[in-house]
């Protein structure tokens, strides 16, 4: 009856994992927004930038609902509102907050780009920019992103000194290292050699004072016999 009980629980176990592969297969493979690597970006006082949004979704989608929202420590609104039809089909905007915005991106060939370009920047436009996406394919839950925008007088120069000197210093200790494994390397060959030498020296010394002494194997003259 254990063993029996035993199977039964082994049994629930696996149905147990299996559903909950089930249930989580369907997660990894929806809809993810992305506004690239850099979490904050900066821009010059009275330029433009880019502020991009890409979407990608191993389901496909249709009627897709995307919007961009600002929002700081005294504001909170709703800057682009759009559609997009299917994969074959270019967004369509519905609400625009600011016309200095330009939705630039395209989802046609499979690009799914929503970005958008803001021009004629001003120090108030600092804040929070935040992509968000709707698929109804994947029963209209909202995947979003988002991207800090920080408006300065002048973009300051990186001093890159420190790391220059930082890599420079481990250069250097790194080919000391290198140097220093090839004149052990260079140093045990020239031992090597001369134990070879040495060894060879002392096995022709040992033949000389073989043939000086006559010994079985010389090479010693052999002297005459003499005469009765």
């Not at 010394?205 to 006559?214: A, I, Q, R, W, Y």
């Amino acid at each position: 009856m254990s063993g029996a009980g035993d199977r039964g629980k082994a049994l629930a176990r696996w149905l147990g994992t299996g559903l909950l592969g089930l249930f989580l297969l369907p997660m990894s493979l929806s809809l993810e927004v992305s506004v690239g690597k850099a979490t904050t970006i900066y821009a010059v006082n009275g330029t433009e930038i880019l502020l991009p949004c890409t979407f990608s979704s191993c389901f496909g989608f249709e009627d897709l609902h995307f919007w961009w929202s600002y929002n700081n420590s005294d504001t909170s609104r709703i800057l682009i509102d759009g559609t997009v039809k299917n994969e074959k089909s270019d967004p369509k905007l519905k609400l625009k907050d600011d016309d200095r915005i330009t939705l630039v991106g395209t989802t046609k060939e499979k690009q799914n780009n929503i970005s958008i370009l803001l021009r004629d920047l001003e120090f108030s436009d600092s804040g929070k920019y935040t992509c968000h996406v709707k698929n109804p394919k994947e029963k209209d839950l909202e995947h979003q992103a988002t991207i800090i925008l920080q408006v300065v007088d002048k973009l300051e120069k990186v001093d890159n000194t420190v790391t220059l000197i930082i890599l420079s210093v481990v250069g250097g200790v790194i080919g000391l290292l290198v140097f220093i494994l090839l004149l052990k390397k260079f140093i045990a060959f020239i031992l090597k050699k001369t134990r070879e030498k040495k060894k060879e020296c002392l096995v022709s010394s040992s033949g000389n004072d073989n043939t000086e002494n006559g010994l079985p194997g010389s090479k010693a003259e052999e002297k005459p016999p003499t005469k009765v």
